[in-house]
């Protein structure tokens, strides 16, 4: 998982910092969501 261009890490500390991260549009970013 990538945020604003940056790999993200999850660990013991921050397993919820996806849920306080504000999701704004970027330009030039395509985001596809798969399941």
């Known amino acids: 998982l990538y945020i604003d261009g940056r790999k993200f890490i999850a660990m013991k500390e921050n397993p919820e910092i996806l849920d306080d991260w504000p999701l704004h549009r970027t330009?030039?970013?395509?985001t596809t969501i798969s399941l």
């Open 27 to 30: 330009k030039d970013t395509v």
